[in-house]
C-alpha cells in the first residue's frame, strides 16, 4: 500500500523552510507523506553562525548545511529527504556561476532525469517547486524550475527508460511571492519600533518591493498561519543562514504568522484553468493501492 505524497523540489537547504515551511509542517500533520528533493547544498551560501569559524567553516559549508537541512526537515515533518549533489551557483553574475559543477551548468536533461528518478521512487500525487523567474532571479531557482518541469515530463514518459516505471504526477504548482499585504506589515514593524527587515529600504506605499503576482492570479491560496511557529523553527536550524538576531527570528510571532500566513502557487500541470484551491490535494481521488489520510 502506496501513501499519498506530496513533493517539495527546492535548489538549497533552507529553501524547504523559507518558502515551503508552512505547506510541508501542514500536510505533515494533516498525515500526508511529504517529501523534499534539495538540488545543491548550498556551497555559497553565508556563515552566520556565531559558533563557527568562518575561515574554518567555508570549506565543509556545504557539509554543515546538510546537517542543517536535515534537522529542518524533522522539525517540519518531512519523510523523505532527498538531495541532488550539483554544487551552489552562486547569486547570479558572481564567479561561482561559472563552476563546472554548478547547478546552473548542468545539462537540463542530466538534471531532469534524476529528478525523474525521484519522481518515479516517491510517487508524489502534487509537487511543488520554483516559478520560471526564480522569484529573485537566483541561477540555482531559475534552474530549479526547468529541471522539475522537464523532470516531471520525463517521469511520465514511457519512452525515458529507468530502473522504475512511469509515473504522472497529478498536480505541479509553482511557488509565487504575493506582496499585496507588504505595505500593513510594514507598518506593523514600525508602529511597534521593531527591526524592519526586508521592508528597511522600501517606501511605505510598498514601492520596491519584489513583486510576484496578485492573489486573485493564483491557482492555489493555502492558509498556512497555524504552523507559522513550526516554519520559524526550521528556519532557526539554518543556523549559518539566519543569524540568531535575524528579524526572521526575533519578530513578534504575530507579525512573523502575518507575513507568511498564505502560501500561493500557480499551477503548471495541468494546464486548465480550474477555480483557486485552498488546499493543494483538494479534488483528488485515491489511486488504487494508495493509503488516503485526512
Known sequence: MSELTLLAIRPHPDDESSGTGGILARY?????????LTCTLGEEGEINDPDLDPVEAQPRLGQIREQELRAACG???????????YRDSGMA????????????????????????????????????????????????????????????????????????????????YALEMVTEGAARVRQMLID???????????????????????SADADAAVDVSAYAGTMRQALAAHRTQIAPDSFLLTWPLRIFTEMFRTAYFRRLLPSTPEPQKHDLLEGLSPRPGEAFSD
Not at 124 to 148: F, K, Q
Open 28 to 36: 505533515a500533520q494533516r498525515g500526508v507523506r511529504v517529501g523534499v
Open 75 to 85: 522539525i517540519l515533518g518531512v519523510s523523505e529527504l532527498r538531495l541532488l549533489g
Open 93 to 172: 553574475g558572481t564567479p561561482a556561476n561559472n563552476h563546472p559543477a554548478a547547478f546552473c551548468n548542468a545539462p537540463l536533461d542530466e538534471a531532469a532525469g534524476r529528478i525523474a528518478s525521484v519522481i518515479r521512487e516517491l510517487r508524489p500525487r502534487v509537487i511543488i517547486t520554483e516559478n520560471e523567474r526564480g522569484t529573485y532571479g537566483h541561477p540555482d531557482h531559475v534552474r530549479c524550475h526547468y529541471a522539475a518541469v522537464r523532470g516531471a515530463e520525463l517521469a511520465a514518459s514511457a519512452t525515458y527508460v529507468d530502473s522504475s516505471a512511469p509515473w504522472q504526477v497529478d498536480r505541479l
Open 192 to 214: 511597534e519600533h521593531l527591526d524592519l527587515g526586508w521592508f528597511a529600504e522600501r517606501e511605505p506605499s510598498g514601492e520596491g518591493v519584489p513583486r510576484g503576482i496578485n
